[in-house]
T-cell receptor, first 113, second 113 residues
Framework: GAGVSQTPSNKVTEKGKYVELRCDPI?????LYWYRQSLGQGPEFLIY????????DSGLPNDRFFAVRPEGSVSTLKIQRTERGDSAVYLC???????????FGPGTRLTVL | DQQVKQNSPSLSVQEGRISILNCDYT??????FLWYKKYPAEGPTFLISISSIKDKNEDGRFTVFLNKSAKHLSLHIVPSQPGDSAVYFC????????????FGGGTRLMVKP
């Protein structure tokens, strides 16, 4: 079956611009997670959703970052006024329920020039 | 402060021999531990997990050992195969964090034919 998909696979933008990163979870998975992986490091938690609501957004670095999941399926991570330090691979994962194994997408590589 | 640490950034092993990857954690609230494997340009893939009520879990060539008193876990791969060459991440979660995962920095395993 189809796994988690993320678009775009690569995004290059200029400092100060706005970007949106999309995640399509596995069909039927109620929990969805966003992580960020900087070069040479492990993924770091950003936010997770149970259904449509953000259950925990404590990992978002500042208020330039925002994520939505309006219909409980697709999620969009939005970054305003991008900075060079935002450059990283943004990973999305989904799981059937909150305490189940997380399945990751291939990630979106964001480069801020 | 890194709560999950993988102190060896890389490991090289001969095909057929045992690979041992190590992971240490500091947060005593963690009660569930996982290993993920990551190939370049792909998302992490779940490999094996262990609950804190166990000290060993085995799945084919992969075995995870947990030493709660030492806050240490290890992944054993035997026999190692060239296709096992990848970056391995240790991750942990605790009851009070939903299923938010805290990752280590990863260990790059190279299995030589």
């Amino acid at each position: 079956g189809a796994g988690v998909s993320q678009t775009p696979s690569n995004k290059v933008t200029e400092k100060g611009k706005y970007v949106e990163l999309r995640c399509d979870p596995i069909s039927g998975h109620t929990a969805l997670y966003w992580y960020r992986q900087s070069l040479g490091q492990g993924p770091e938690f950003l936010i997770y959703f149970q259904g449509t609501g953000a259950a925990d957004d404590s990992g978002l670095p500042n208020d330039r970052f925002f994520a939505v999941r309006p219909e409980g399926s697709v999620s969009t991570l939005k970054i305003q006024r991008t900075e060079r330090g935002d450059s990283a691979v943004y990973l999305c994962a989904s799981s059937p329920g909150l305490m189940d194994t997380q399945y990751f997408g291939p990630g979106t590589r964001l480069t801020v020039l | 402060d890194q709560q999950v640490k993988q102190n060896s950034p890389s490991l090289s092993v001969q095909e057929g021999r045992i690979s041992i990857l190590n992971c240490d954690y500091t947060n005593s609230m963690f009660d569930y531990f996982l290993w993920y494997k990551k190939y370049p340009a792909e998302g992490p893939t779940f490999l094996i997990s262990i609950s804190s009520i166990k000290d060993k879990n085995e799945d084919g060539r992969f075995t995870v050992f947990l030493n709660k008193s030492a806050k240490h876990l290890s992944l054993h791969i035997v026999p190692s195969q060239p296709g096992d060459s990848a970056v391995y991440f240790c991750a942990a979660s605790g009851d009070n964090a939903g299923n938010m995962l805290t990752f280590g920095g990863g260990t790059r395993l190279m299995v030589k034919p």
